[in-house]
Nanobody, 116 residues
């Protein structure tokens, strides 16, 4: 059974930094590209960042987070991370991880709130 468990979200001030994590299970983690997505109330879930699987070092980011966010993974721990720097109000969202393209199964997400 595929599962995603996101953690690490909290309230931070504008300009602050935060690293969130996602533990994945139920599939051969190292073989698959992993991505972060985010969603705010009333809006569709949107792509944030992706990191290739297997031996690839492919990365891509949404334009809104380029230069501020960095995705990484630890295949030994089945975990993908998102380091977020210089956070702004527009980054407030519920953050999810999944494969790219995403599977139908989603985790609960982790809430990141940027507030002064």
């Amino acid at each position: 059974q595929v599962q995603f468990m996101e953690s690490g979200g909290k309230a931070v001030q504008p300009g602050g930094s935060l690293r969130i994590s996602c533990l994945a299970s139920g599939f051969p983690f190292r073989k698959y590209a992993m991505a972060w997505y985010r969603q705010t109330p009333g809006k569709a879930r949107e792509f944030v960042a992706v990191l290739g699987g297997a031996s690839t070092v492919y990365q891509d980011y949404a334009d809104s987070v380029k230069g501020r966010f960095t995705i990484s993974r630890d295949n030994a721990k089945n975990t993908v991370y998102l380091q977020m720097n210089n956070l702004n109000f527009e980054d407030t969202a519920l953050y999810f991880c999944n494969q790219l393209p995403p599977l139908e199964s989603w985790g609960q997400g982790t809430q990141v709130t940027v507030s002064s």
